[in-house]
């Protein structure tokens, strides 16, 4: 039996590659995917396991600078052209000075430029023009007061908060918990929308709250793959994503044919 000839196929294309170090509870590989273009390629790395819930004292623990630079080494042998730190605690939790530390240290370690969540988000601020922002948590108070801090310390005012008081299985938490938190944060006058926690699913809720609020609303996983692929000179995909997607700033409209909010049964899961 003769072989196919299969040189018409050409490729595989070539691969951009974004390195991604995230927590070792981090469960939404997935929605992480939904932001990027065809041509880049996401490599993901997790730092070792730790018997502590979410806290202020994990947050501490999965961003020391000895295990980001252990999760960028495990990264740099595929040589992807930037690296991030996909985790909102971790990177707030020392301020803006800690945050920028990190980026340095992971920086030194991969010899290529890094970026975090927490970055992302005052990065994404500064691109929206956004003064006053009203947050929404997963978190206890004391890891909701730390986020607040680090916004404050940028120089914007947070309007409102909510925050759910978890400390594990965050992945699960459905979309309309995620829009009933988003409605009560967003009650007072407020230029943006922020929902903290990359193991938060957020992506199909963004266009709907955006829809409904008037106002660009911003997720952790969003801004960190927003930040990334800028690195790379190329643009996060995402319709009807202020951010994202120019032609949502003048005013977002909710896509036709899509539900006011999506059912726990369009969630995103993880492992249990």
């Known amino acids: 039996m003769s072989s196919m000839d299969l040189s018409f196929l050409g490729g595989p294309r070539p691969q951009r590659g974004v390195g991604v170090v995230a927590p070792f509870d981090f469960a939404l590989d997935r929605e992480l995917w939904r932001w990027v273009p065809d041509e880049v390629s996401l ?14 004292d994990l947050a501490r623990l999965v961003s020391e600078h000895e295990t980001l630079g252990d999760g960028v080494r495990t990264l740099t042998a595929i040589a992807p052209e930037v690296v991030a730190y996909a985790c909102t605690s971790g990177s707030f939790v020392g301020g803006i000075a800690g945050e920028r530390a990190m980026c340095e240290a992971m920086t030194r370690e991969g010899a290529v430029p890094a970026v975090t969540t927490s970055g992302a988000l005052l990065e994404a601020l500064t691109e929206l023009g956004v003064r006053r922002v009203a947050l929404v948590t997963p978190y206890t108070v004391s890891v909701t007061r730390a986020l607040e801090d680090y916004v404050a310390e940028a120089g914007v005012a947070v309007t409102g908060c909510a925050f759910m008081g978890l400390t594990r299985h965050i992945w699960k938490v459905p979309y309309r918990d995620v829009a009933d938190m988003a409605r009560t944060a967003a009650r007072g ?19 709907q709250l955006e829809a409904e609020l008037r106002i660009p609303v911003l997720s952790a996983n969003q801004v960190t793959m927003w930040a990334a692929l800028r690195r790379l000179g190329t643009r996060a995909v995402g319709a009807y994503q202020a951010l994202i997607d120019p032609a949502a700033r003048g005013g977002p409209v909710l896509p036709e044919g899509l539900p006011n909010v999506p059912g726990e049964e369009q969630q995103q899961e993880g492992p249990t």
């Open 43 to 56: 490599h993901l790395t997790r730092t070792p396991f730790v018997p502590v819930e979410v806290s202020l």
């Open 189 to 207: 006058a407020t230029d943006a929308l922020f929902i903290s926690c990359t193991n938060l699913p957020t992506y199909d809720v963004i266009p």
